[in-house]
Every structure is written in C-alpha cells, then in structure tokens.
C-alpha cells in the first residue's frame, strides 16, 4: 500500500516538541487519544506474519513490530534488536525504518522527524519517528506508513503462501492460498524446503480422528517438515537461519506443512539437520522415523532374534526393517515378489515372504518355533499372534493391544510414534552417518500433493516426498 507522495497534505498545526534525544527520543505533547492509538495497534496486528509484543529496544510499554527474518536488507530493521523494525509507543507516537523515498517528504510536510540515533554511522539515516496521529485523518496517514515501512521490511518475504487444504472432512485436497502464520510464545516459523506423505494425511481427509482430535478447518495437511527458521516467537533461542527438520505436533489439526511456511513448537517434535543431510531426506524422516523407532523398540531385538516385519514396504516398515537388522535381528519383510521383494532385501531384510500368499506356512519354513517378535504395520494382527514364538514380542502401530495374545505367552504392545527431539536427533545422527537410509522413492510438487495422495492411499513403496521450495 504505497503512499502517493505527491497528493500527501502537510500535517495540521505545529509540530509537536521532542526531546532531541537519542534516548528517550520522546513526543512531549499532542498525543493520540486513546481510542486513535487503539486502532493504530489493532491494524499493526493485522499485518500477516508480525509478531507484537513489548519492545526490546525501546521503553517496555511500546508496542514492538518483530519479524525475526534472517535475511533482510539493513534498511529494514532497527538496531540492535534485528527483527524489529518499529514500535508505537504509548503516547501514539511511532519510531520507523521507511523507505528512503519517504524521508524527505514526511519531514517537509511535518509528519516525521530524523531519529536521533540516525547520527550515528551504523545506522541507517531512514528511522524516523512519527509524529502521533490525533484524528482520523491523521491515523490514516500513520497506517500507510506503516505498511509502508512493513512491506519494506518483509521485502521478499509473501504475506500469503501457497497450502494444500481440506474444507470439510471427505474433500479432495486442494492448492490454495492462505496468511503466512505467526509464532507465538516457544514457537518457530519454518520456511518448509520439503515435507512428505503419511497415513495420517489420509486419516485427517477422511475424519478418521474427528472424534479423538479438534479439526479447525481449512486444514492445512503435512505433518512432516524440513526448513529453515526465519522467525522465533517469545522464549525461543533457536537461531534464525537454522535448518530444522520434525513433525507438526500440536492438539487441534490446523496447522501442517504441505505449505511455503509451517508454525511449529520448539520444545517437541522438531531438531536441527545435521551436516550432510539434506532438506529431502530431513522432510521424509520425522513422522515414520519415530514410529518405527517406537515399534522396533518395544519389541528390542538383539543379535539371534527373528523379527516378521509385516507392512515392511511403507515408510514405517522401510525404517523398521533398516531398524532391526541393524540392531543385529534376522529380519523377516512382507513383500511381493520383484521390485517390492528387491526393496526390502535392499535394505537389509534377509527373509521375504509375500502376504498374499500362506503367510504362516512361509514363516514358519523360515521360523518353525515362531518369530521372537513381530511388527504389525498391516494386516491381521492375529494371524500374527499365531506366528511368534512363546515369550515373544508384538509391537503394533494399528491400535492393537494385549487383548490379541488371547492367553498366549506374548506380550503385545500398541505403538504410537514419539517425534521427541531426542528420537529425532537419533534417526538425522544415523542418516548422516549412512546408517540409515531415507527411502524415498518419488517426488511430487507441492501443487500435485492431491494426486499424489491418491496414489499413496492405493499403496506405495517406500516414502513418497513433497518438494516445497
């Protein structure tokens, strides 16, 4: 909203007096009446992607305007704090970094004097305070400039962003546009570079969790993100620039990553990427990483076991066989015969066996006293009951519970995956290492997610990525 600069009117009546100060460069009269300063605030929070709250470098009652973007020209912030690029203090009056275009102009027609501090050779000569607006005719000018001033500072930065949403449970996903979101206290802003699909993508679409979780629609789906930070809300030191990776945790579903830009916690379900590992690989890791990190280790295979792994050609079941046959298990993958049976080889099983076939009779040629444990990502989970040896273990990622033993000596135990930042330091620290392999197996654009979600809920080998940016 740039401000023709030709038809601005000089501002009414005598400029008010200032302290000339560097600190506190303050308004000494004319102040803006409650209700004009109000609206002032209220149209600063309207702003997509500012952060507000007390001002770090001015006096605790101003009202700071924060971005926390790490790339921007200097013109567009304040010193030292580099995310803010103006407050409104509790007078009315306003401190700015504008354009340069507009510093001359405002100050021959009276809206705005040099902030002192523009003195100085590390500062940029385009902060100005000002003046606080004392009617609505004023409160408009002051508005514009501060866009002004707003839209400097984000510079490449969109308002809006491009997401993959659902209105209403059952819809097919569609590419829309919505507000970049905003990080509030312990949270961070990601610019997302990759993500990818999961179950639960399918799940939220479909309503299955309608009952067990709040949905705000529209619902922006993704639950796995890999990025940078390019904003921080309150409390959080993480530093700008970092590149994260994890899993969109948060109570009501809203919020995903299939989108320019995700809000996250800081303290749960995120970690830094590692060296050597890229965003691809990092945006593919978090959600069915940690669930088969859960379900290997409920089950704690050790050198001499037999593990079934029943699901091993998804995402999950692609981690937990990599999982187990390097906690030193004889793996045991369902697959079909060819590229299905070569993936699972690939990646360290050293028995197939195709579920569409006699699935007892396979295991047990390979296994005639039982498995010592099984993973169920899939299928009947008695059949796989049936199939573990006495004192055995059962994990299961479908909800299944003790009540399956049926008085069978094996303990089974419902999985649920846990992006805790400890797990995920684990699977990005095995990824660089080459111990573990992200098997991604296609790519799709953030524009083409529905169609590919439709694919993924045909079934699909391995991971399915979504590249973002």
Known sequence: MAIDLSTLPPRKGTRPTTTGKEIPHDQLEQFSPPEIRAALVAYAETLPGVATGPSLVSEPGSFALRLG???????????????????????????LTVPREYVRVLDELGWTEPHPITRRAEFPDTIVMLYAPRDAEELAVATAVLRASYEQAVGDMPVRMRAVTVDAFGETPTATAVDVPVPGPGELLVRVAASSLNGFDQAVVHGVFRDMMEHTFPVTLGKDFAGTVVAVGDGVERPLGARVFGVVMKPAVHDGAFADFVVVSDGYGVAAIPDGVDFADAGALGLAGAAAVGVVEAVAPAAGDTVLVVGATGGVGAYAVQLAATAGATVVATAAPGAQADFVRALGAAHVVDASGDLAAQVRAIAPAGVSAAIHLAGDPQALVDLVAPGGRLASTLGVGPEAADGRDVTVVPVMADPSAATLDRLAAAVASGALRVPVQSVHHLEDVAAAMAGFAAGTLGKVGVSVS
């Open 69 to 95: 973007r790490a790339e921007r020209p200097f013109d567009a912030f304040l010193h030292p704090e580099v995310d803010e690029f103006g407050h409104i203090h509790r007078s009315g009056f306003l401190h």
